[in-house]
């Protein structure tokens, strides 16, 4: 059997393996969500759940699956609810998924949770999961969750290596070329190069308007342009958020 | 791209597909939970995706990511919440989940939509998810949504090919030899046949009990031995609920 | 005053006979749901009592006001929604009405509590409703809970002669013979002999389809004939069902 | 059969009342709560459901069911939830059972629903409840909704001769001489007037404090003597109720 | 800075008078909502704000923003929905808000919370939000809550006084004498005598019906007759809630 | 009375406006959360309403009361929940705040809502509210929502000119010269300039952790030292937010 995907073992494997290595546990939390016609609508769950899995071999830890529907997406970062194929929940329900996820985590004895988020929108109610499940879990358990966005980890360095021409923000880099990149490493066979459109970065006002106006979003859906992405960068940022959230993993929950 | 599985195609490609072909959509549902130390804590949702999938293939279907976490798991079908490594969500979630899922295919413009339940604990709040989603949906939406428990779909005769010495009932098949020959059909690296324990079927009492009593269950975690499987049995019982339920999405979706 | 049931005796002998004999106390739960022509809408929570009220007269328990409106009605167990006279409450209105009369019962100091269930759709939303107490209830409280579907303590022996050409099943068992029979022992004149229709049992396919189709049902709500339901036979199983239910509460409750 | 109680009907007779005569149905609210050592802890749901019969019968109505578990007992109306037998549920809870149950009598057509409240704390709740079904019922519906605390309808005439002294106001009314002549008149056999005791009227301070304290109340759970209530003003004032109850549902909803 | 509103005070002044001085905190709750053509739409929070800062101030406490927006307006007590400006929220709403406010004062070691209603229609979901707060807060907190309206601290002497021809009861006190008297006093600048109408008193029937009925109340949405209003009734009023809250306060928190 | 304040018009005044003239509504959403000594904790409310009402008085504006209460306070952006004094509610409870504001400026008929948020940690919570809202808003309503974060109207080059040495970025721009500056524009007599912190800007990891580390944050709750900070940079960018916002809101309701 796998050693690294929680779905993959055995419930006595894993139990084992809680019980005597106490090991960190990855969440994944992505989207089914619009990534422009070259890459696939799970780019998000995917992504998140492969630099989980990335991590978790350098340290053997345990990925259980990803959650792979996200919050509702929104046009600035993610191109808004308008997209057929989008296919988002309410905030009350991510919430609840997180609650009771972690909460089942602290009742088997991880004291070891990383929340590893790939879609932008989830971010606020993975949080508010994450503290309702504190105020549930029983005052003996030793869980503590970390909580992070993936692109967080990318180095100053390695940005300017990626865009050499300026990096636009990574309120842009919605299926551009962070993304695209890394699903050229990971899933090559899930892009299509030939179909990368070449939208100029979309111009937001600083508001947001409800209902949401299709027209501030390019037709695509892609927020800035992905030319420029291949696997060799994919494959450089690839190993640097592994690298580095494997060290924070460790730095934070051996520190205690 | 991958034509099945829709969190690998583009959403171009997807709706591309809703608009010309009218597809049905299957949406898998699964669970986390212990299935004694021969199969997967992923068994559930592993399976029904798999079953989907098959049935998509054959009647050119869209398979949606399944909901890999479940309801809780009861002792008398699936051993009960105090294993560790079973990590299942309250009613609230999975009917939240299910709610807004529908609710999102229904405005994607899909008219058949067929949830594939491989978790017996989950059909009642599936029920509740689809029956909100319909309040919910507008008037002008065609969706129709059809539920269904895969293992619903074998005859009689194979049932009877398959337990030659009489079939116990599907409330003891956890983890025994349906589940077990269709993972040695569908995922064979993930089935360690040298772990199958003997435990006789369990034997409950006409009610149940909160808490309930961990005495109820085979410390294993399976409720009827899964000796006798094998990947013959597998691949009969796949193919035949591929081509019936694929028989009965065409005859009920194509009669209105 | 009366001894059995909580609703007519003052809080004071409630108290007393909580706090000196530790009894059990017994929560019905029914529908208000079309039972056919000839038996009357409020059937579940009348039978569902009148067991719980047999039961507890054999040992000295308490049966407290039954929950008289239950889950959504389905087509293969009830009929379905679509009739005039049916009315049902969501899935979190009868979860929510559980967890807190179990959590109230907890407060009284109540240590078994035994949920009698008689309508087939409320049993995973009763379940809900329990461990969501059980999650609720102070550390102190010595609550345990029992919770069964009343029919399941019918014995094989019993099922033959009261189905001498065999037993259709549970799942057709909606306004048929075993609740027809009930009635007429426990309420004769609410029932009405001369309208109970020949339908004969209803052939659902192997999945649920949403929104219900009312052409699976036969007009008059009765899924099996309840011609051969007699007074004797209502007799003979209501006293088998007290009986059954009264030991397996002595035992279960006593045995630790 | 029974042509009152809505569960004593059949479907098929209530559905054809429900067309044919556009009766009003009531709906009985009460709890489960205290009402001292000379009356049955459910007297709420006992009283408010012999008015509601009271009054249909005058006009040809229909009984459903009563809510027989109320919103949380108070100290200055109800005693307070430290007394062992009071069982209410959470505000969420009673407003869920009223939508739903509004909810469904749209469906069937009624255009008349009385919900007669016979449980001080459960006003509000109702109301919220009646006002989200109000969201929820489909633009054609013609429901109406009326919500009354049966005891409002009692004329100062009456009150002037049930207490000769003075009326202490509906505030202490609680197990005293109202809902105790009531009693006598509807249910003499659940009365024990043996055993009313002799408590002063309570006297609360113009505040309330949270966590309630139990010395506010006195111990048997009378906030004002039932001495004096007889049966004779219990007939009174039931026949009074039920008049001017029937009165006021025939003048509201034939007027439109 | 302020040293009675919580809002005006930095974190670092609160928390040194609350681990100091220990003092009474006050949560007044209004709401948004018509009141006449010559008071504002926010009477109920300015007053319940103006009212808990006169007690504050006499005995050292601390005043907390008011809730804004109260429980959806009644016709009977409030003129009702219909109102252009009046802008309410649900009761699961301000069942929470009251809920987490409560649960946080509790974490900053408050022991004294005084919640000053001056909305009607809030009093019972306070009430559940205090109940809710209570069951979290852990067991270590002190926090008691007392909750009013502030009215009911007026005496029977000063009614008198106020209303020379008999005091017509709070159910008609919105917008008339005690309100327009008590804003003539706090608030002169925001008061239009010259637009008072002279709107009889309202008649309203013992019951309510939905959806409300308009003409039940007069359209300027005043309930009885501010005329014979002043500033110095309402000074006199002022002073006596101000003087008897406070003592109320004192007795109440120092007695334990 | 007044023509800016909603509490402190008449509903016959604002009804008439909203009427006549199709104003913009204005909601400020704030929070009541620790800004280090020399801040009130009121801070976020008074700087959104206090730009609301700026821009309202632009461009004939009515300003709705603020929420005063905000979701629970991150120690990156607010110095998180373990400081006493920050009074926060949870995500169910922002959101449906929003969600009912939202719905009734729809029935009063209002088309253009601006919600001005001053708390970072709101704007998720604030976005679903709105997207639930919008659910519920009857086809007919015309309204449309504008949701904004008031810093975001900041120019580039305002900041370089309020930071000559570089901004640091909102992220620390807790109870910093952005916010103090306003504060003593706004409310000069509100700030403790004598006891501003010098804290270095805090440096965060790129992850989060729960439950928080308090050490992460400065004693003080300063992310970054507010030294520099003046009435005159306040005006200055008080002056263009209000210009700003207001040519936005203009522009965007006009367009349709």
Redesign the interface.
Known sequence: ??TV????????A??AQ?KTTNPPVFLPVGA?E?????????TD??LSAAVAASTAELINGIV??????G??S?PKCGGGQH???????????L???V???VR??A???VEKLVIVNGHF?N???I??G???A???IQPGAKL?????EYW??LTETTLHSVFPNGFPGYALEHAAIIETSLMLHYHP??V?LD?IPDDGPADF???????ANPDWVPPS?VLSSALGADAEKGEIMAKELAARIAQ?VVA?FNQT
């Open positions: 059997m796998n995907n929680m779905n993959k073992m055995s419930w006595v894993y139990c809680i089914l619009q990534h422009g016609p070259h890459l696939p609508l799970g769950a995917l259980a699956p990803a959650l792979s529907y919050y509702k929104q997209f057929c194929g989008t296919t988002s929940v309410d905030a009350q329900t919430i609840g998924l609650r009771d996820t089942e985590f009742r088997h004895g929108e971010q606020w109610f949080t508010e994450i503290d309702l504190m105020r549930d503590r969750v970390m909580r992070l967080d980890f066979d899930l299509r179909l006002p600083p508001y947001d308007i409800y209902p859906g924070a934070e």
